[in-house]
């Protein structure tokens, strides 16, 4: 089998809109696929070596890469695109087409529930709260993608809409309910609203760039997916591995995260709850 010495997904996939795609943008793409496939790999690893107490913040990340694995290859390859009319387009006229890679909204999909779920989780808010912003996630993701394929001006209206929803979705995850404390399970409240900032400060920039790229049209194809790109790996492999470095020092008695009978009896959680011990054990007087 030969092997190129060149990046030919546009000659095989050609674009068919006005404002699309470049050969190095689709070169930055496999980059950063390349990237998200060694981080998922490493991921995987930890997983294997980690307790099993630990590993649900492997689980959440897991399907998070592959999807960020699968997207941005076929956003590289030059698929998963539609032609979308510009109502405010780079030449200030109403007619020229764009490419609108609903791939990344797939991505997004994914990626900031995940999120959301992993802030909950060093949080400790209850998964009915967590699970409420989850929604409120994917309302926002919605939001943007209806708007992304709408041609007309009646976008920013979709715009609008996801804006509200990311609002209530950041002030949820700043200010949550409880609020970690100073010791909960390890995790200083300095530590949590440090990550909880990062998280909202680059969910802050999706919608700059949305604005620039998918919905005004002032960016090309190629700087919109630069810009993305940078925030996908940031938000996804940046903030995915930092709960992953901090969760070293979690006290998994604190946090909640023995999931068996046998880890529950082991930490405690069960007499906690119980008052006494479980399996018919006797009480130490």
Known sequence: MAVFPRNNALYTNPPGASEQLSTQGSSWLFAVTAIFGVALLINLTLTALSTSSKRHIHHLLTPTLFTALLTYYA?????????????????????????????????????????????????????????????????????????????????????????????????????????????????????????????????????????????????????GFIWFGILDLLLIVGVGFAVVGLAGKWDDKALGFASTPQQQQQTGILEKETGGPVNGGEASV
């Open 75 to 223: 956003s590289a390859s030059d698929l998963a695109w539609s032609p979308i009319v510009q109502s405010t387009a780079l030449s200030h006229s109403v007619g020229p087409t764009r490419q609108i890679f609903w791939a990344k909204y797939i991505l997004w999909s994914v990626a900031f529930p995940t999120i959301t779920a992993l802030l909950g989780l060093v949080g400790r808010v209850p998964w009915s709260t967590v699970g409420y912003q989850v929604v409120l996630a994917w309302v926002w993701v919605l939001s943007l993608l209806v708007a992304g394929f709408t041609g007309s001006l009646y976008k920013w209206g979709f715009f609008g809409f996801g804006l509200v929803a990311e609002g209530v979705l950041a002030w949820g995850t700043l200010f949550p309910s409880p609020a970690p404390g100073n010791t909960s399970g390890g995790v200083r409240r300095g530590e949590y609203l440090a990550l909880a900032g990062a998280v909202n400060f680059l969910w802050v920039l999706y919608p700059l760039a949305w604005g620039l790229t998918d919905g005004g049209n002032y960016l090309g194809v190629t700087p």
